[in-house]
């Protein structure tokens, strides 16, 4: 039963998913001011019977029955009704039948009542009608029904009863008059209802979209503040790192014109003895050899320098060839047989398995270079004790090279920057031939250039394990099930 869309407006009209919810809505928005309709419908009814008593004193008990037995227990029904659910649904049905109930009981009030007193219950019909369409809120489709349905009921008793015509029109003139103004109320009613209703679902709809944008804004804020803590936390650290570059390349400076003076003050103070014609052969010979040692530590000086700058620049390249790993052993043994490479006579051991010796696929001078650094560095740092080169293969695709050491050992703390440029820890401590600092980045810049891994487990006073895990490429002739 929606005429509505006949008569409403487009801008008015709600869609048609939408008319149940504006239907609950209309009733829920106004229940209280239904329900305070409904019992003053009930006073009324109830206080017009002392009309009855004065106008239809033999009939009052009639009426009084009309009124106590139908109409008013009807409404109070309507009004308990009111508070279930159903009534959201069918409540302008019920609010509906209060009025047809309303009305049509004082059309029969009417039938029966005598000639002379009629004209007051007909004025009963039209109040009936005017109190549907104000105070119970019967919106425009209802309440036009309603004024049809009462207002035939109306015309019918009236010509069933024969009233005189002048009465008749009078009656009519002011049931049409009532029943025009109640429409019209309950039309314009109606519009604002709907209006609201649109307004209000509009700007439930903003509100959400409104929502949804605070939403997604605040997650954009709290990204955004994540990503530009982690860059606040990303600059402190390259801050922190710069500095801490910054210092070492200066203790480095510092460092390294000690470092390259010392040998060359020594190198240029012996050639000026040895310029003099009366120097003793013997004495010669030791000044010569000083002069020889100290060449080399400056040559090895600038050797790291030069190695360092050219793996930091990207230029060192590898050519890597077939090779048994034994020889690589062999050879470091060999460069540590004479006393400028261990001054101090460290016992130098090798191990590694004769039985597997299969030819390994790796550049040869960077595996040499690495060893032989990290047995430098073992002899360095072994004031007594012994050193052990070797290699093992508990792998099969994998080769381990190590030199293993009972020297001074490293600190926990001082194995996590170690392998850093220019980085010498214990470093006030007198070791003789103490280097710059880059041995050990050199070492793993080599390993990392061959693909290797170090490995470094060390604990003060008891010596340090170097270990330089390589991925294993067989020769084709080579021996595979080693
Ligand atoms: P350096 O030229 O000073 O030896 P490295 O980079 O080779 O520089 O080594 C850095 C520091 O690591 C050294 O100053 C030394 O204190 C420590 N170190 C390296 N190898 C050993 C080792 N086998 N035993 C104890 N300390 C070591």
């Not at 012994?386 to 020297?407: A, L, M, P």
């Not at 490293?410 to 007198?430: G, L």
């Not at 070791?431 to 070492?443: D, E, F, M, Q, R």
């Not at 990392?448 to 170090?454: P, Y």
Request: aromatic share 12%; hydrophobic share 40%; glycine share 6%.
């Amino acid at each position: 039963m929606d005429l509505h869309g006949l008569f409403f407006r487009p801008s008015n009209r709600i869609p048609k998913e939408l008319i149940s919810s504006f239907n609950r809505d209309s009733i829920q928005s106004s229940i209280k001011n239904i329900r305070f309709a409904i019992i003053l419908c009930v006073l009324l009814f109830a206080g017009f019977a002392i009309l009855d008593f004065y106008t239809v004193p033999h009939l009052y008990k009639y009426f009084w029955a009309i009124r106590f037995l139908i109409v008013i227990p009807f409404s109070l029904i309507v009004f308990a009704i009111s508070y279930f659910p159903i009534f959201l649904r069918l409540g302008q049905l019920f609010l509906s039948l209060v009025s047809i109930v309303g009305g049509y009981s004082i059309l029969w009030m009417i039938w029966v009542t005598p000639v002379e007193v009629q004209n007051t219950y007909y004025v009963g019909v039209i109040l009936v009608l005017m109190f549907s369409f104000t105070f119970l809120r019967l919106r425009f489709v209802y309440g036009f029904l309603i004024g049809i349905i009462l207002f035939a009921g109306f015309e019918i008793v009236q010509v069933c009863l024969d009233v005189d015509n002048l009465t008749k029109v009078n009656n009519s003139f002011f049931m049409v008059g009532a029943l025009f103004i109640g429409i019209l109320s309950s039309y314009f009613h109606e519009k604002l209802l709907r209006k609201e209703f649109l307004l209000r679902r509009t700007l439930e709809q903003e509100k959400r979209k409104t929502e949804a944008i605070n939403s997604s804004l605040e997650d954009r804020v709290e990204e955004r503040t994540r990503r530009l803590q982690e860059m606040n936390e990303q600059l402190i650290d390259a801050k922190s790192e710069a500095e801490k570059s910054d210092q070492l390349k200066s203790a480095f400076l510092a460092n390294m014109s000690h470092e390259i003076r010392t040998p060359m003050n020594s190198i240029l103070g012996f050639t000026e003895i040895l310029s003099d014609d009366e120097i003793e052969k013997e004495q010669s010979h030791k000044y010569l050899s000083i002069i020889h040692s100290n060449s080399i530590r400056l040559l090895q000086i600038i050797n790291d320098i030069i190695d360092i700058s050219k793996i930091e620049s990207g230029s060192v390249e590898i050519s890597p060839t077939f090779f048994k790993p034994s020889k690589v052993i062999g050879e470091v043994l060999d460069l540590f047989g004479s006393i400028e490479m261990n001054p101090n006579g460290i016992e130098i051991l090798s191990e590694y398995p004769k039985e597997s010796d299969s030819e390994i696929f790796t550049d040869y001078t960077k595996l040499i270079q690495i060893i032989v650094n990290l047995s430098q560095n073992a002899v360095k740092y072994t004031p007594k004790g012994q050193v052990k080169i070797g290699y093992k293969r508990e792998h099969k695709d994998s080769i381990c090279f190590y030199v293993y050491d009972t020297g001074i050992g490293i600190s926990e703390e001082d194995q996590k920057t170690i392998f850093n440029r220019f980085t010498q820890v214990n470093i006030d401590q007198k070791t003789p031939n103490k280097g710059v600092g880059l041995g050990l980045a050199i070492t793993q810049a080599n390993t990392n250039l061959i693909q290797g891994k170090i490995k470094l487990t060390s604990a003060l006073g008891e010596g340090s394990h170097f270990e330089i895990n390589l991925p294993m490429r067989y020769s084709s002739s080579a021996d595979q099930s080693s």
